[in-house]
């Protein structure tokens, strides 16, 4: 077993066998972003002779992808635990051309009136530009066309409504490959095919988290369907009129709470265990209390909890949690050392991509507080050079070493994940730095390095978001920043990489 100083000659010798497998055929688990950008990147290699992309939605688009669908009732209070089954598909109506068909649906994070926290010309991918015709934040329906369009030449590619539901590894005498196991949701069929590499690309909102708070079992037994989760939240109707607790103060929490407010009794009460000095506002709608500490039966105050102050509140008529997601891969239940454990990280992984024990799978998508698309294309340029042989990994002990030390750095928890405060612009430099280390060569497809105008922008985002909020219905003819009195005026912002 590693040390922390040595490694053992049949490890070394098992993971440079690996290394040394030709890596044709790779399976992609996700049409979403993540998933697409990879392919694109695989192909641009030109050294695979297959990719499959399997993707148990009827279209792509990832999480960006809205349903109506919202059964809160799959959802257990509290929810604490990662290690859930693969959901299963409701079927609904296709809004397409055919009307008469059907197709499977899954409950997203996506919501009614969501627009991207973005600006477009930060979270478009690097070669389309076209997302720039749009509101300078754009709305989910906007995004997906994008998305969709964006998919067009890897289409093909795309095994869509089918589902993998195990991946394991099978090894032999020319090293490891992995055997992935799909079922085609319409017909039932299951399928197995052997595969040299996969890259998990299925994203990480799948599994809500709900804490354990004091009391929450027996009040959500009392008083049924007042609690839920923002991954259930669709559109701000239900409100109407009631008296509502909205629990987190992220983007999507502050989204939702101001959405919500629109209908419901003012206050809403909006609950944070932290503050976000740039995040934070000062509406007369909204009173802002720290984190749940306790809730009460019935005996001692109709639908009431206390906060970690010592406030109560009573006669509460809805709570949503917007309080994230675990991860979660059912899938990959056979790996080991495992990559699900806590489900606050996925652990094993050397630069939030690659499984350490066996580097022929790896993992786009995992960090957080990211501009996740062009996050996510330096995530997958690595990845297709490493395994097209253009790039080394480093050895086995220096890629622990790494995650360790990530671990002493920020916490074996969800913070491993975190690349706020333009982290995340260095990371996806350092991504770009390491794969143009691979010898140049014609038809090479490298994202593009942020700029220190990049960094000015990400900088004084909430600034720039809430200018564009307090347009109104105007905002939506709003396409960049010095229309809303922004401009870069050349700060050096070299610190901020």
């Not at 997601?325 to 454990?341: D, E, K, R």
Request: charge should be negative.
């Amino acid at each position: 077993m590693y040390d922390g100083t040595t490694i053992s000659m049949v490890e070394l010798q098992s993971f440079e066998l690996e290394m040394r497998h030709d890596i044709r055929k790779v399976a992609i688990v996700g049409a979403g972003p993540a998933g697409i950008a990879t392919a694109k990147h695989l192909r641009a290699e030109r050294h695979c002779e297959l990719i499959d992309i399997f993707e148990q939605q009827a279209t792509t688009g990832g999480v960006w992808n809205y349903s109506t669908y919202a059964p809160s009732d799959e959802l257990s209070i509290p929810q604490t635990n990662p290690h859930q089954p693969l959901r299963e598909p409701q079927w609904q109506r296709s809004t397409g051309p055919d009307v008469t068909a059907s197709n499977p649906a899954f409950a997203t994070p996506m919501y009614d009136r969501l627009e991207s926290n973005l600006p477009h010309f930060l979270m478009k991918h690097p070669d389309d530009d076209s997302l720039e015709g749009q509101p300078l934040f754009a709305g989910r329906e906007s995004v997906l066309e994008y998305l969709n369009r964006y998919a067009d030449d890897v289409r093909r590619l795309i095994k869509f409504q089918t589902q993998v539901y195990d991946i394991r590894k099978k090894s032999d005498v020319d090293g490891d490959t992995w055997l992935v196991c799909t079922r085609d949701l319409r017909s039932s069929k299951v399928s197995e095919r052997l595969y040299d590499a996969v890259v998990v690309a299925s994203g990480k909102h799948s599994v809500p988290l709900l804490p354990d708070v004091p009391g929450i079992r027996a009040w959500d037994t009392e008083y049924p369907g007042i609690i839920t989760h923002s991954m259930y939240y669709r559109k701000p109707d239900s409100f109407k009129d009631k008296k509502v607790l909205v629990v987190g103060n992220s983007y999507s929490g502050l989204d939702i709470a101001n959405q919500i407010s629109t209908v419901s009794r003012h206050p809403v009460w909006n609950s944070e265990r932290s503050k976000k000095p740039d995040l934070e506002s000062s509406e007369s709608w909204k009173k802002v209390v720290p984190e749940v500490a306790e809730f009460f039966s019935s005996s001692e105050a109709p639908r009431a909890l206390r906060f970690a102050d010592g406030q109560v509140v009573s006669e509460v008529d809805a709570i949503v949690f917007c309080t994230g997601y675990y991860y979660s891969f059912p899938f990959l239940s056979s790996l080991q050392p495992p990559v699900i454990v806590s489900g606050e990280r996925a652990e094993n992984l050397y630069q939030h991509i690659f499984y350490i024990d066996h580097p022929s799978i790896a993992f786009v998508g995992m960090p957080f507080k990211v501009i996740p698309f062009r996050t996510w294309e330096g995530q997958a340029a690595v990845i297709a050079r490493v395994w097209s042989g253009r790039l080394d990994l480093p050895r086995k002990q220096e890629m622990r070493a790494w995650e360790s030390g990530r671990i002493a750095d920020r916490g074996a928890d969800r913070k491993f994940h975190d690349l706020g405060k333009l982290e995340d612009f260095r990371y996806h430099n350092d991504l770009v730095d390491w794969a143009q280390q691979a010898m140049p060569r014609e038809g090479d497809r490298t994202p593009p390095k942020w700029s220190e105008r990049d960094a000015w922008v990400r900088k004084n985002m909430a600034a720039i978001k809430k200018a564009f909020t307090d347009k109104g219905d105007a905002r939506h003819l709003v396409r960049s920043i010095e229309e809303l009195g922004f401009e870069f005026q050349g700060e050096d912002m070299t610190k901020a990489f």
